[in-house]
């Protein structure tokens, strides 16, 4: 934190991140298709459809002699 940065000692930060996290529950469930996010987390992504991979996708590399 910054230097001689005082909190006042009235300040709860649990009550401060629950709120944040029910601001984000509110907004999920205003504005989230969660019926089709979990049909998606239990039947995986739809035929046809492209995936999406948190590996990168490595050129092809030209074998050397061919």
Do not use: K, Y
């Amino acid at each position: 934190g910054r230097e001689g940065f005082r909190c006042s000692p009235d300040t709860s930060f649990a009550e401060l991140r629950a709120g944040q996290l029910d601001a984000l529950g509110d907004m999920v469930e205003r504005h989230l298709d969660t019926a089709a996010l979990l049909r998606l987390l239990d039947e995986g992504v739809p035929r046809g459809l492209p995936r999406l991979s948190t590996h990168p996708v490595r050129a092809e590399t030209p074998r050397s002699g061919s």
